[in-house]
């Protein structure tokens, strides 16, 4: 199995920054995209931000210029710069990485548990 950890959420004032972290651990051959989510009480989940393992990104238009999304492909772990915070950003965030357990094997969608990101105005 695949298990993705996140650390870093918490509250903070708006205009503040946050800085999430996702690590990958596990049976692990191969990660090709990573990101995060998020998903705020009566909302679906939506992307928040993306990155292959060759580096191309994609953002929410609604954090474009505010959050950026990195990625260190030898230790499997995936971060997210939050800038400028604002109250709409507050949601429950989650780590996503689209991964193969072994060479050959089809990559399947893992999830972390999710980290409370808490903007207050």
């Known amino acids: 199995q695949v298990q993705l950890v996140e650390s870093g959420g918490g509250l903070v004032q708006a205009g503040g920054s946050l800085r999430l972290s996702c690590a990958a651990s596990?049976?692990?051959?191969?990660?090709?995209?990573m990101g995060w989510y998020r998903q705020a009480p009566g909302k679906q989940r939506e992307l928040v931000a993306h990155i292959t393992s060759g580096g191309s990104t994609n953002y929410a238009d609604s954090v474009k210029g505010r959050f950026t999304i990195s990625r260190d492909n030898a230790k499997n772990t995936v971060d997210l710069q939050m800038n400028s915070l604002k109250p709409d950003d507050t949601a429950v965030y989650y780590c996503?990485?689209?991964?193969?357990?072994?060479?050959?094997?089809?990559?399947?969608?893992?999830w972390g548990q999710g980290t409370q990101v808490t903007v207050s105005s």
């Open positions: 596990g049976s692990i051959f191969s990660i090709n995209a």
């Open positions: 996503n990485a689209y991964a193969a357990q072994a060479m050959g094997a089809l990559f399947d969608d893992y």
